[in-house]
């Protein structure tokens, strides 16, 4: 049977950068043992671990561009990927984990779906998500639900989880 896991980015003490981690706990809570639900705060080789043995794979996190409102939602494919070449071998982010995976021979997802979130504020340590990024929870969840071949077990919460606030 096809794995597909969630990996949620974030950390949920800096505000904004929680969502990754808010959107993890609401998707353990709508898909049960149905999905592999992954929350990380890492980044580089330890992203290796979560990348592998799995077919489709959906990353959720916040970015901060500078060129979107926050709350703004971007979903990328596979097909969309640019890797920028002459990147530093001292620096592994998720494209760069997601290759060596593959050239290690590991099972890497064949299927890779980022979805973004604009952020406003990712350094307020305790602070709350902002409301623009806290309204782009339910339109998040309803996108990995399309991504994920079977329905949730109820439909997605419009409310808030309750923790960061």
């Not at 993890?24 to 979560?50: I, N, P």
């Not at 592994?92 to 604009?118: D, N, R, S, W, Y």
């Not at 639900?145 to 989880?161: A, V």
């Amino acid at each position: 049977m096809p794995v597909t896991r969630l990996l949620a980015l974030g950390n949920d003490i800096l505000a904004d950068d929680a969502f990754g981690i808010r959107v993890a706990g609401e998707a353990r809570r709508l898909f049960g043992g149905q999905m592999d639900v992954v929350e990380s705060s890492e980044a580089g080789m330890a992203l290796l671990d979560h990348v592998q043995n799995c077919d489709k794979l959906i990353v959720v996190d916040t970015v901060v561009t500078g060129q979107a409102a926050p709350g703004t939602i971007t979903v990328l494919r596979n097909e969309e990927f640019q890797t920028v070449p002459g990147g530093s071998p001292h620096y592994v982010g998720l494209f760069e984990a997601l290759q060596l995976a593959g050239k290690l021979g590991l099972h890497a997802p064949e299927e890779v779906t980022i979805i973004t979130v604009e952020a406003a504020d990712t350094f307020t340590v305790g602070g709350s998500m902002t409301a623009a990024v806290e309204a782009a929870m339910a339109p998040v969840l309803d996108i990995i639900s399309g991504q994920y071949t079977q329905p949730p077990l109820s439909p997605p919460s419009s409310q808030s989880g309750g923790t960061g606030d």
